[in-house]
Antibody, heavy 121, light 112 residues
Framework: QLQLQESGPRLVKPSETLSLTCTVSGDSISSSSYYWGWVRQPPGKGLEWIGS???????YYSPSLRGRVTISADTSKRQFSLKVTSVTAADTATYYCARSRVALLSGFAYWGQGILVTVSS | QSVLTQPPSVSGAPGQRVTISCSGSTSNIGAGFDVHWYQHLPGTAPKLLIY???NRPSGVPDRFSGSKSGTSAFLALTGLQAEDEGDYYC????????????FGGGTRLTVL
């Protein structure tokens, strides 16, 4: 059974870098042909796609966050990570890691429980 | 402002049928890209409810169904139950700006 678990600091200061890790159990990031992504939900708002990464390392980012976001993988640890630079209060959100059902456009079939990250001084 | 437009809220009595719409454009739904639907209940992770317009993952009751027409997609729930109360999101792909995944703004379903 595939499971994903987000981890990282829950409080980040404005202008600093938000760093989160998603630990995967039950599958291999490098050998499978799936897309691994991040989705966030600001308090009281809807879901927002941040970006996705293919097992080969190819990455795809939201136009609104491109330039501030990096998704990468540490296949030896079965983890993939998210970095968002120069954060502001608008980046306060619950962050979810997820895996595609099949291809990039096939929907997210597996989700982590989410981690609330607050940007505040 | 979401690229995909959903009604903020819908409601229905137990046992009734409700429909949630997801309105897009010719750069996403109207271009033929698949639409997926998610159920997001309080305190839980989003759950894939419908994929590729009208397919249910294993374990999703047939009370949930999806359809698509032109630049819009629809999620129908029949035989409403109290545990269906929560937020529902559509998701697709938009080919503008080098292409990106997009979510609707979400619809809060209230079971009366």
């Amino acid at each position: 059974q595939l499971q994903l678990q987000e981890s990282g600091p829950r409080l980040v200061k404005p202008s600093e870098t938000l760093s989160l890790t998603c630990t995967v159990s039950g599958d291999s990031i490098s050998s499978s042909s799936y897309y691994w992504g991040w989705v966030r939900q600001p308090p009281g708002k809807g879901l927002e796609w941040i970006g996705s990464m293919f097992s080969s390392g190819s990455t795809y980012y939201s136009p609104s966050l491109r330039g501030r976001v990096t998704i990468s993988a540490d296949t030896s640890k079965r983890q993939f990570s998210l970095k968002v630079t120069s954060v502001t209060a608008a980046d306060t959100a619950t962050y979810y890691c997820a895996r595609s059902r099949v291809a990039l456009l096939s929907g997210f079939a597996y989700w982590g429980q989410g981690i609330l990250v607050t940007v505040s001084s | 402002q979401s690229v995909l437009t959903q009604p903020p809220s819908v409601s229905g009595a137990p046992g009734q049928r409700v429909t949630i719409s997801c309105s897009g454009s010719t750069s996403n739904i109207g271009a033929g890209f698949d639409v997926h639907w998610y159920q997001h209940l309080p305190g839980t992770a989003p759950k894939l409810l419908i994929y590729s317009d009208n397919n249910r993952p294993s374990g999703v009751p047939d009370r949930f169904s999806g359809s698509k027409s032109g630049t819009s997609a629809f999620l129908a729930l029949t035989g409403l139950q109290a545990e269906d109360e929560g937020d529902y999101y559509c998701q697709s792909y938009d080919k503008r700006l080098s292409g990106h995944l997009v979510f609707g703004g979400g619809t809060r379903l209230t079971v009366l």
